[in-house]
């Protein structure tokens, strides 16, 4: 019934096949206490799922600014050099879901997950957020050709994906607000990029 870890952050449950193969893919840097406290939620989560899935996370070096949207797109390419995934699901350190039905899967459509945050009152801040907590098939995500690589620092790249998404004739799939329910861990301000702040 219970699923097995494997080495590197891989799962699957011993006593079925799973019919989701899924890649989690989690941008980092300098979160330590945070990815600690994830990881810690969300094995367990994912494997009453049932789902075969490895947990990639995507660690930037030096003192650039951050940059989620590339480190992204790279964990999508390096987690299929490990499997054959049909699924990806683009994931917050700092976003711990609190509903076990909120399912990590992919669908016909690009899927936002955390449409409810704690920080926000549970609510959407506005329509067209994409960011925190995101699915998409593999075929999707090559369609909308991945993530946008030139935002170095907070905001902006969740935007540009959700015109992407448009653009490729894709609708936005949301889980529901009872459902899509996260608590966001305390970290500090993040600097904003210079493509946002223009804005």
Known sequence: ???????????????????????????YRKRDQQLR???????????R?????????VEQDGHTKFNRAMLMNIGFVKALEHDDYKCFVFHDVDLIPENDRNMYTCSKYPRHLSVAIDIFNYSLPYKTIFGGVS??????FQKVNGFPNRYFGWGGEDDDMWKRIKKAGFTVGRSSMDVGRYNMLNHGPDKGNEINTMR
């Open 37 to 47: 406290t994830f990881l810690y939620n969300i094995h367990p989560i994912l494997q």
């Open 135 to 140: 699915s998409m098939t593999r075929e999707q």
């Open 49 to 57: 799922q049932e789902l075969d899935y490895g947990i990639y996370v």
């Open 1 to 27: 019934m219970f699923s097995r870890s494997l080495i590197g952050g891989r799962s699957r449950p011993s006593d079925c096949c799973s019919r989701h193969s899924v890649a989690i893919i989690v941008p």
